[in-house]
C-alpha cells in the first residue's frame, strides 16, 4: 500500500509488447478492475474475471473536423468488454449503456453491484482510494474588452480596454472528478476617469474548472459567476495550458455577460498555475 493506494503487478501489452507494471488495484471481486495512468498522465483501467486475463477497458474522446464542423468522437469499447464479461448477468446491461466514461467511483460501484447479484455468498474487497484533494494558485493577468455602448458616458460604440490582474484559488473535487476545480479568486482593472461612476470594474468569481493534469498542451473550460455583483454577471472560459511538473502556463479567452444575456466584456488573459499541494 502507497499512500492509501493497494498496488498489484500486472503483466499487460503496451504497443505490442508484453510489459510488467503495478497497478492501482480498485476492487477484488468476480469482477475485478484496475488502473494505471502513462507518462502523459493519461488514464487507463483494466478488468479481468475468473480465466479470463486482464484486458484494457478501452475509452477515447477527440475532436473531429468535416466540411467546416466539429464534435466531439467518442470511443466506448469499454461497453462492449463489459457486457462480454457479465454476459451471467443481465441486470447490470443497463449500468453498462449509462457508463459514459469510466472511472475509479463508477467501476468499483459497477463491480460491486455485479459481484452481488452473482455471488451473495462471499463478499468482495475493494480497495478505498484515500488521496487528499490537489490546490492550486493561479495568477493571471491580460486586457478586458469593455464594450463602449455600456460603459462610456458619451454614448461611443467599440471597446474601452483596460489591463487586469488577479487570481484564483483553485480546490480539486476529488469525489467526483479529479478533473474538476472550484475556484475563488480576485479580478482587478484599472479605473479611468470618463467612466460611469456606477461601474464596479474589480470581480470576485466563483467558478467551476475542468483541468486536466497531463502533462504538456491541453484545454481548459471554466464557468463563473461575480459574488460583487450578486451572481447576476456571469463568464465564460475557454483556453489551453501547458502543463509542466508543478506548474503550468496558460492562455484563456473568455466573454462576461450579465443576466445570461447581455454581453459587456470580452478579456484575454495569460497566467501561472502553481500546485500548491
Not at 10 to 15: G, W
Not at 178 to 185: A, H, N
Not at 228 to 246: D, E, H, M
Request: with cysteine; net charge positive.
Amino acid at each position: 500500500m502507497i499512500d492509501g493506494k493497494y498496488y498489484v503487478s500486472k503483466e499487460i501489452v503496451i504497443d505490442n509488447k508484453p510489459t510488467l507494471l503495478f497497478m492501482e488495484y480498485l476492487i477484488n471481486g468476480k469482477l475485478s478492475f484496475y488502473f494505471r495512468q502513462d507518462n502523459n498522465k493519461v488514464n487507463h483501467y483494466y478488468a479481468s474475471k475468473d480465466s479470463v486475463g486482464i484486458t484494457e477497458l478501452e475509452y477515447s474522446k477527440q475532436t473531429v473536423d468535416h466540411d467546416g464542423k466539429s464534435w466531439e468522437d467518442e470511443n466506448r469499447k469499454f461497453q462492449g468488454l463489459l457486457s462480454y464479461l457479465t454476459y451471467d448477468c443481465r441486470n447490470v446491461s443497463g449500468d453498462i449503456r449509462k457508463m459514459n466514461e469510466p472511472d475509479h467511483k463508477k467501476l468499483i460501484k459497477f463491480g460491486l453491484r455485479y459481484h452481488n447479484l452473482i455471488c451473495s455468498d462471499k463478499s468482495c474487497i475493494v480497495f478505498e482510494r484515500k488521496i487528499p484533494p490537489k490546490i492550486k494558485l493561479e495568477v493571471l493577468g491580460g486586457i478586458d474588452n469593455y464594450f463602449m455602448s455600456i460603459i462610456s458616458t458619451n454614448g461611443s460604440k467599440g471597446f474601452y480596454s483596460l489591463p487586469s490582474l488577479g487570481f484564483n484559488l483553485l480546490f480539486q473535487q476529488s469525489e467526483n472528478s479529479e478533473r474538476i476545480y472550484l475556484g475563488l479568486g480576485m479580478v482587478v482593472a484599472n479605473t479611468k476617469h470618463d467612466l460611469k461612476e456606477d461601474l464596479v470594474l474589480w470581480r470576485i468569481p466563483l467558478s467551476i474548472n475542468y483541468l486536466d493534469s497531463k502533462m504538456g498542451f491541453s484545454p481548459t473550460f471554466s464557468y463563473a459567476v461575480d459574488l460583487n455583483r450578486f451572481c447576476l454577471s456571469q463568464a465564460l472560459r475557454t483556453g489551453v495550458k501547458y502543463q509542466l511538473k508543478t506548474c503550468s502556463l496558460n492562455l484563456n479567452a473568455a466573454l462576461h455577460t450579465m443576466v445570461f444575456v447581455l454581453p459587456y466584456c470580452a478579456a484575454v488573459t495569460t497566467g501561472v498555475t502553481f500546485d500548491l499541494r
